[in-house]
């Protein structure tokens, strides 16, 4: 069974706020939190507004039964992005491919302007029984305007930026202020200057995450917004799994696009195959591991995923003109990685 439910009934709210933007929906300063009834599970929405017209929504839940809550959505200007901390989600918009995003990923949306008023269906798929915890943050044109960031005009008047999509996983540095973030909303004095300022961190570190899906001149042409993100999600699954890496053909489906187009993207992106990008990030790693943190030879080949020693040891030599094993005896010394 799904439960099928609005926004505004899952929340009690009138109807001119029941709105898919949570940052349309008034709270006051100190924030308002709101508590999924039990009939759907438990768990709270928490929105507090922030400097500079941004906003910050958090949801922690768990929903008995698959549940799918839609709302109907004017498109509007503001920028959001969310970070997925627990659990995942399926956003859905009216005339868009569906929209995935699982533990530590991100998504970026910003809808676009419309000429009429006719309102897009919007809905976010929850799956039952899974706790999921999902921040939010709002950027009103207003901010995004004040900001001192040339690449911001870009996202803000280009409509390669317009839509919905997986933005790629979040660095670990990201996760820990998101988190951070998490714990201050549930103190019983909340810091609404601390808040502000993690979330000028979030931004900050979504920013980058947005800079990989820029690509110059006619690079950016050939592929949707959508598709790099799967590219630079793709990268990050192998780095963060160097050492039980997934088949070409899982990790396609993992990120939710075709092998072919992780191929051709992946040379596109990153001038190289995504088997060549993977070795080239275990060597480095391996270096890392041997010359910076006293790792021995055999114990860094294995933690990066090279089951061959001698094969490991030719190829390091090869690329960085030292032997594992003389690196080890001389870490100061080292030749740097190519670049």
């Known amino acids: 069974?799904?439960?099928?439910?609005?926004?505004?009934?899952?929340?009690?709210?009138?109807?001119?706020?029941?709105?898919?933007?949570?940052s349309e929906v008034s709270a006051p300063a100190s924030g308002k939190v709101w508590q999924i009834p039990p009939r759907y599970g438990q768990g709270r929405v928490f929105i507090v507004p922030l400097l500079g017209d941004a906003s910050l929504a958090l949801m922690e839940s768990t929903f008995i039964e698959d549940t799918e809550?839609?709302?109907?959505?004017?498109?509007?200007?503001?920028?959001?992005?969310?970070?997925?901390?627990?659990?995942?989600?399926?956003?859905?918009?009216?005339g868009r491919k569906p929209v995935r995003v699982s533990r530590h990923e991100t998504l970026f949306a910003r809808y676009p302007s419309m000429e009429s008023r006719t309102e897009s269906h919007v809905t976010s798929h929850f799956k039952g029984g899974e706790r999921g915890c999902f921040l939010t943050i709002h950027l009103s044109p207003n901010w995004l305007e004040a900001a001192d960031e040339a690449f911001l005009h870009d996202v803000l008047g280009n409509s390669f930026w317009h839509g919905v999509y997986n933005s790629g996983l979040a660095s670990q540095w990201m996760l820990g202020v998101a988190r951070e973030v998490v714990q201050c909303t549930h103190q019983p004095r909340m810091q609404w200057h601390y808040?502000?300022?993690?979330?000028?961190?979030?931004?900050?570190?979504?920013?980058?995450?947005?800079?990989?899906?820029?690509?110059?001149?006619?690079?950016?042409?050939?592929?949707?917004?959508?598709?790099?993100?799967?590219?630079?999600?793709?990268?990050?699954?192998?780095?963060s799994e160097m050492r039980d890496p997934p088949t070409l053909i899982e990790l396609a489906w993992r990120v939710g696009i075709n092998d072919n187009k992780l191929k051709s993207g992946f040379r596109l992106v990153?001038?190289?195959?995504?088997?060549?990008?993977?070795?080239?990030?275990?060597?480095?790693?391996?270096?890392?591991?041997?010359?910076?943190?006293?790792?021995?030879?055999?114990?860094?080949?294995?933690?990066v995923g090279f089951r061959s020693p001698s094969h490991f040891s030719a190829i390091f030599k090869e690329t960085f003109g030292v032997s594992p094993s003389g690196l080890s005896l001389m870490p100061d010394t080292a030749p740097a990685p190519p670049s």
Not at 78 to 90: A, D, P, Q, W, Y
Not at 210 to 235: E, F, N, T, V, Y
Not at 277 to 295: C, N, P, S, T
């Open 1 to 22: 069974m799904k439960n099928r439910v609005s926004i505004a009934d899952l929340f009690g709210l009138p109807p001119e706020q029941a709105r898919f933007d949570t």
């Open 195 to 239: 808040l502000s300022a993690k979330v000028l961190e979030l931004w900050s570190q979504q920013l980058e995450l947005l800079r990989k899906l820029s690509l110059p001149g006619a690079a950016a042409a050939r592929m949707k917004a959508s598709d790099l993100a799967c590219i630079h999600q793709a990268a990050e699954i192998l780095v």
């Open 270 to 303: 990153y001038g190289t195959s995504a088997f060549s990008f993977l070795q080239k990030q275990r060597l480095q790693r391996a270096r890392q591991l041997i010359g910076e943190e006293g790792i021995g030879v055999m114990q860094a080949a294995q933690m």
């Open 69 to 94: 809550i839609y709302a109907n959505v004017v498109a509007q200007p503001n920028l959001s992005f969310t970070v997925c901390l627990e659990g995942s989600l399926v956003n859905v918009t009216a």
